[in-house]
């Protein structure tokens, strides 16, 4: 039983002396009691919007990665066994993916689970929505895709920065010197500025691979170095179905990329294995 305000009990009469009573200190105890409920309510609400954005972000990251392999939905939902339905709400955000589906979306996709999962944390980090990995365990390069456009070469950068950067230039040299060093630059200025950056990052111990995704800015990038005439001989891939490539006249089709990309390679091994 509550006391009333002119029943001040000898434990409370220093809050009585201050013009409180039992009755308004439980009054102001249910208050607080009211507030805590509705902090925890708040920071629930932030954690699931906070899950909700990395769900949608990482349904968003898988489609890219089908996508760059060339395969539609309904493809990659034979080769996982389940519905395209399925695959659909995945990439979506609105379906949650189990670890055993990851594996699988990995394998599909030819990553390893530890692949698949540094793609999804430098993609999320990239948007702040997980902290900048503190160690590069993979000792993975950042990727720059690389795009043929308006007869120049077309770069971005998307992975582990809290930015997406855009690159363009004549030739593939320049652009390669201007996305390295504008990440460069870019991560000096985080460093300046007191943002938390992993030393991995700060010191430089990273470096770049350059994804292409056509075979006219994959053409065009080697051409200094490689001719049509020595893709055809490796590669068989008709002289002038390469040149209409090189020019944009003609889509190649993934295994068409594939094939030309692993040519350039064999010739690139084939070249610093010479010795005098």
């Not at 305000?5 to 409180?20: L, V």
């Not at 399925?86 to 692949?115: K, N, P, Q």
């Not at 006219?216 to 001719?227: E, F, G, H, K, Q």
């Amino acid at each position: 039983m509550l006391a009333s305000e002119h029943q001040c009990p000898d434990t409370m009469r220093t809050f009585c002396g201050f013009g409180f009573t039992m009755l308004s200190i439980c009054r102001f105890l249910h208050i607080l009691r009211g507030f805590g409920n509705i902090f925890v309510t708040f920071a629930s609400d932030m954690s699931d919007a906070l899950n909700n954005k990395r769900w949608e972000q990482i349904g968003f990251l898988l489609q890219h990665e089908r996508n760059c392999q060339k395969l539609g939905q309904d493809v990659f939902a034979r080769k996982m066994d389940t519905r395209q339905e399925s695959i659909s709400r995945i990439e979506a955000g609105t379906r949650r993916i189990d670890i055993l589906e990851l594996i699988e979306y990995a394998e599909v996709l030819g990553f390893s689970i530890t692949e698949i999962a540094w793609k999804i944390e430098t993609y999320l980090s990239a948007l702040r929505l997980l902290p900048l990995p503190k160690m590069n365990v993979l000792d993975k390069k950042i990727r720059v895709e690389v795009s043929w456009h308006e007869n120049s070469f077309s770069a971005s950068v998307a992975d582990i920065l809290p930015e997406t950067f855009e690159f363009t230039a004549d030739k593939f040299a320049d652009l390669q010197i201007e996305v390295e060093e504008g990440i460069d630059s870019h991560i000096k200025r985080m460093v300046a500025n007191g943002d938390k950056v992993p030393w991995w990052l700060a010191k430089k111990k990273y470096e770049f691979e350059y994804k292409f995704f056509d075979a006219t800015s994959l053409l065009n990038a080697y051409s200094p170095y490689v001719t049509l005439a020595a893709i055809n001989r490796v590669t068989g891939i008709n002289q002038n179905l390469l040149s209409r490539y090189a020019k944009g006249q003609k889509n190649a089709s993934s295994t068409q990329l594939k094939r030309i990309a692993e040519a350039i390679q064999k010739i690139g091994r084939e070249l610093t294995a010479v010795v005098v």
